[in-house]
Each structure stands twice: as structure tokens, then as C-alpha cells.
């Protein structure tokens, strides 16, 4: 009966730190969504400054509230972006109980590179995938029309793609977590190497706005060289655990 009770008291405690984390990360969006609406015009002109002055369509709103839903969506988005160290912070405190105490000091560089994967991918996004598509799409068989583009639409079209890239920039920080909890060894990944690469160019093939094998390639390379940095993090890795007599599992 007292064990029943350490228990559920033990997932009272757990749940508890869950909402904390969830209410601080929160409070830092709503932070950044505050800083960032401030400067919500600035960031929509950066963001349209995305098209070639040539081929840059008039931008229009088809609602009365939709200009500025526009900007709650940049501020919020932007909001999001500066409060990812605090919300992957938390992340690290909540998960850092359940981790040996060795395995505590992976928290910083966790963070740290959460981060700059994030922002290389929004930047990589920004620079070079979104200007070939935008250019390919709005100048695709458009001698009889007149391209017209609703910012709300617009908004939701980048901001999707800018998302994605974060996220799969991240691919290197799951390979080592899966690595380090066992699922996934170096010897699997470089093992399966040929199926990565093909699987990387059908997720390129489904999230590339345009239907060219040039943009798609503009996808599939980081990914796969992605890859090869979770493989080469996940070797440093268990040549740590090794060198310290930690078990390595093998698949």
C-alpha cells in the first residue's frame, strides 16, 4: 500500500513538472509574440522580399480581419522561433530526471545545437528552397494570368515549409538520442545507408512545392548529409560510452 502510494505520488510530482514546463514555455512565446508583433510589418516585408522584385505579385486580403491575422501569425510564429531555447530548456528538465547522472551533462550542447539546427534550417529554407519555388511556381505558364496572392495564403505557404526544415534539420539530435537509448546503433545507420538515401528523396519528392528533380535535390542533399552528421555524432557517441566501460547495444 505504501509503495502503491510513493507511486502515484511520484506521478503527481511528474505531472506537476509537466505543467510547469508547459506554462514557462507559454509565457516565453507569449514574450516573443508580444516583441515580435512590434515588428510584424518589418518581418512580412522580409518575408515577401522572398520574391524576385520581377516576378513579385500584388498582395491582397479577401477577409476584413485577415491582414491582421496576418501579423498575429508572424508575430506568433516568430514568437515561437525566439522562444526555442527556453521551450527546449524545459524540455531537457523534464526529461533529465529519468537520465543517469553522467548522461545530465548533455543538456547544454542539446540545447545549443537544437538551436542552431533550427535556425540553419529556417535560413537554408529561407535562401535558397522557398526563392527557387516561389520563382518556378509564379512564373509556371503565366503569360494569360495574373498572379494575385492572398497574404493570409501566402503566410501559411512559407511558414509551412519554414517549419518542416526546421524540424528535419533536427535529424542529426534524434539519431543520437535514438542511439543513445538503444534503438539505433552507427554500424545500422551506415548499414542502411541506401535506403536512407532513397527514403530521403521520396520525403524530398512530397514536401518540395515544385516538381522539378532540381528542387527536390535542393531537399534530398541536406537531408542525406544530415544523415551522415547523426552517423558520425552517434560514433562519437558511443566511443564516449565505451571509453567510460558503458554497455553499447548493438542491432
Known amino acids: 500500500m505504501e509503495k502503491m502510494e510513493e507511486r502515484r505520488m511520484s506521478l503527481i510530482e511528474h505531472l506537476t513538472e509537466l505543467r510547469r514546463c508547459l506554462i514557462t514555455s507559454v509565457i516565453a512565446i507569449g514574450i516573443g509574440f508580444m516583441a515580435a508583433f512590434y515588428f510584424s510589418e518589418r518581418i512580412l516585408q522580409f518575408l515577401i522580399a522572398i520574391i524576385k522584385p520581377g516576378s513579385r505579385p500584388e498582395f491582397i486580403f479577401l477577409s476584413p480581419a485577415e491582414a491582421l491575422w496576418?501579423?498575429?501569425k508572424i508575430a506568433l510564429f516568430a514568437g515561437i522561433i525566439l522562444a526555442l531555447p527556453v521551450v527546449l530548456y524545459?524540455?531537457?528538465r523534464f526529461i533529465s530526471p529519468g537520465l543517469y547522472k553522467q548522461e545530465r551533462h548533455y543538456g547544454l550542447p542539446f540545447i545549443i545545437f537544437g538551436v542552431i539546427f533550427f535556425g540553419v534550417g529556417l535560413l537554408f529554407c529561407y535562401f535558397v528552397?522557398?526563392?527557387f519555388a516561389m520563382d518556378f511556381l509564379?512564373?509556371?505558364?503565366t503569360a494569360n494570368l495574373r498572379p494575385m496572392l492572398s497574404i493570409g495564403a501566402y503566410l501559411?505557404?512559407?511558414m509551412k515549409f519554414f517549419l518542416a526544415f526546421g524540424l528535419i534539420f533536427e535529424l542529426p539530435l534524434v539519431i543520437i538520442f535514438l542511439t543513445k537509448i538503444g534503438l539505433l546503433t552507427p554500424e545500422f545507420l551506415a548499414k542502411k545507408r541506401k535506403y536512407a538515401?532513397?527514403?530521403n528523396f521520396i520525403i524530398a519528392a512530397i514536401l518540395t512545392p515544385t516538381p522539378d528533380i532540381f528542387?527536390?535535390?535542393l531537399m534530398a542533399g541536406p537531408l542525406i548529409i544530415l544523415y551522415e552528421i547523426g552517423i558520425i555524432g552517434?560514433?562519437?557517441f558511443c566511443r564516449e560510452r565505451r571509453k567510460k566501460g558503458e554497455e553499447v547495444s548493438t542491432i
Open 129 to 131: 528552397v522557398l526563392r
Open 197 to 199: 538515401i532513397l527514403i
Open 234 to 236: 552517434a560514433k562519437i
Open 70 to 72: 496576418a501579423n498575429f
Open 156 to 158: 501559411d505557404f512559407i
Open 90 to 92: 524545459e524540455v531537457w
Open 138 to 141: 509564379l512564373t509556371y505558364k
Open 215 to 217: 528542387n527536390q535535390a
